[in-house]
């Protein structure tokens, strides 16, 4: 029936595989296939098709699941990549596949939100929702107050050509600060301070919405349940997965 037909990458988000923009990247470099035929942009499927990524057929679709993951230094955010030393599921041995919500460079540790809910990745990743990540964060030479006032304004940073968000932003320590941020360009700290004539020594991300670090420790993880859960699906504007609460 055709009310039961939906857009591939919709598709492909509701299965886990990524978020709908990366499922479009796939589907641009032929990498999924339907019915035994490469898909094209637009195309819409239903649960009676078969469907490929890589190859690889895709399952009926599992439980929604939501990980927290404290990322060490060291380990790139990517789930295969030859030349990366360390990778998440060099960590991450869990039943269902699940993939990251939001990246952190490979210099930086902290929370990562891991989900097999494209819906989640997508609602976390977009900007103009404006969801609150919180960092600590220790630079090279002692803080100074026009330091803090210029990264709270908002910078612009020359080589992304785009001016940040105003944000929050409190001193911690002589070298050491807190900072909010609601959107996520590349590297964003690390240019806001670089452009400001500091360098960062550490960084770690210590909140997402809702969900805190806490008492993780760096290469270990937790699942996100109960109340915890209903809150971060009720801040992301999506329905909460029920079977998870």
Do not use: W
């Amino acid at each position: 029936m055709e009310e039961d037909r939906i857009r591939l990458n919709k598709f492909l988000a509701d299965h886990g595989v990524c978020s709908r923009r990366e499922a479009d990247r796939l589907i641009e470099q032929g990498r999924v296939a339907v019915n035994g035929q490469t898909a094209a942009a637009g195309c819409k499927v239903t649960e009676r098709d078969s469907v490929t990524v890589n190859g690889k057929p895709l399952q009926g679709r599992p439980p929604k699941v939501v990980l927290a993951f404290y990322k060490p230094v060291g380990v790139t955010c990517t789930e295969q990549d030859r030349h990366a030393e360390k990778i998440i599921n060099d960590y991450v041995k869990y039943p269902v596949r699940v993939t990251y919500a939001g990246r952190l460079d490979r210099d930086s540790e902290g929370l990562l939100l891991l989900t097999n809910d494209g819906e989640l990745i997508e609602a976390v990743m977009r900007g103009l929702h404006r969801h609150e990540k919180e960092y600590m964060v220790k630079v090279d030479k002692e803080i100074e107050p026009q330091f803090l006032e210029k990264m709270a304004a908002g910078i612009y940073l020359r080589e992304l050509k785009q001016t940040t968000r105003p944000c929050e932003i409190r001193q911690s320590g002589k070298y050491t600060f807190r900072i909010i941020l609601t959107q996520g360009l590349n590297r964003q700290i690390r240019r806001m301070c670089q452009a400001c004539g500091y360098e960062v020594r550490q960084l770690k991300r210590i909140r997402v919405m809702n969900i805190e670090l806490d008492k993780l420790t760096p290469g270990k993880y937790r699942e996100v349940q109960g109340q915890e859960l209903k809150r971060l699906y009720q801040d992301a504007g999506l329905t909460r997965p029920v079977s998870r609460i």
